[in-house]
């Protein structure tokens, strides 16, 4: 059964650090591994060391890596709606509607939208081929709030098919009896986020929260707990990395490091039933060659 875990957090709190290190993690327990970027800066080909891209492409013999680019899923995902549109609709009609999706291309929410149907279809058509597939999200938070996307959409596109089965009626009442296109693709659609609601909600697919340990990250890491906990997508774990070694004597840091220590309490007494992982700033910025010492960690 196919695990998927998602890494999301504030900027520069060390998500693609740690997601990568994971991935190697898991090859290193034996699990065919795929590491998605979903961060237009595409830094696991930093961190890999080896130039990836939106084509899947083997790392080590159990790691292979994919970037997912926002903008190209967008321009795909906005081109199929237009085939699918071009069967259905007047060319009248389709000329007005060609404007506005070559507006939807940049409009809020369509990057969102295409990089969530890749998300699903990564995760369904490679299902069988990975053991574990590993998300580093971008800074903006919005890939974990896609995740409770499906349960709004379902009941949408339910309504939507109540409304369109009632024209349908209607038009097999004037004995008009096609099969309709428009019923046949808000059905596609229904079925598709019925899927990935099935699969995000799946007891293998966890949720994974990196913060550093200060105040200002900690009440973001709250709120971001709140907000998947409130839409029923609770989180397995939380990470808290660039912890300051305890052996610094400088006293400047000596007070850093206590309060360092109050923010780790504070989180393991708000978060006890949680998976808590401890780690530590390393002297050294993170490449290919530095990696292995935050796996050891994990
Ligand atoms: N434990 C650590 N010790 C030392 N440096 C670290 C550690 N973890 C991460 N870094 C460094 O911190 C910087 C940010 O890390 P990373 O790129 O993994 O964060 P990110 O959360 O993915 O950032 P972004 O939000 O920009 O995607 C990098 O330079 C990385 O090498
Ligand atoms: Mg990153």
Do not use: C
């Not at 506005?100 to 969530?116: D, N, V, Y």
């Not at 293998?204 to 973001?220: D, F, G, Q, Y």
């Amino acid at each position: 059964m196919l695990k998927v875990e998602f890494y999301g957090g504030k900027g520069g709190v060390g998500k693609t650090t740690l997601s990568t290190a994971r991935a190697h993690h898991y090859t290193k327990l034996g699990k065919k591994t795929l590491l998605v970027s979903t961060d237009p800066a595409h830094s696991i080909s930093d961190v890999l060391g080896v130039q990836v891209g939106s084509k899947i492409k083997g790392i080590t013999p159990l790691l292979d890596a994919i970037e997912i680019d926002p903008e190209e899923e967008a321009n795909q995902y906005i081109d199929q709606i237009r085939k699918d549109l071009n069967s259905i609709l007047s060319p009248v009609v389709l000329e007005d509607v060609n404007k506005q999706l070559r507006a939807a291309k940049i409009m809020p929410g369509t990057h969102e939208a295409s990089l969530f149907d890749k998300i699903i279809i990564l995760m369904d058509t490679y299902k069988e081929v990975y053991d574990v597939m590993i998300f580093d999200t971008a800074p903006t938070g919005h890939t974990l709030r896609l995740l409770t996307l499906p349960e709004l959409l379902i009941e949408w596109f339910e309504g939507l098919i109540k409304k369109r089965e009632k024209i349908v009626k209607l038009k097999a009442m004037l004995g008009l009896k096609d099969e309709d296109p428009i019923l046949i693709r808000l059905k596609i659609r229904r079925d598709t986020f019925l899927k990935a609601k099935e699969m995000i909600r799946s007891d293998n697919t966890s949720i994974h929260l990196v913060m550093n340990p200060e105040k200002m990250p900690l009440e973001e890491t709250k709120k971001a707990m709140k907000f998947l906990n409130d839409a029923h997508q609770p989180v397995s774990e939380i990470i808290i990395n660039k912890i300051l070694p305890a052996n610094i004597i400088d006293p400047f840091f000596k007070n850093k490091i206590i309060k360092e220590q109050e923010v780790i309490s504070e989180v393991k007494t708000l978060y006890k039933d949680l998976k808590i992982t401890e780690i530590y700033m390393l002297d050294q910025d993170m490449d290919s060659n530095s990696l292995f010492r935050i796996i050891e960690l994990l």
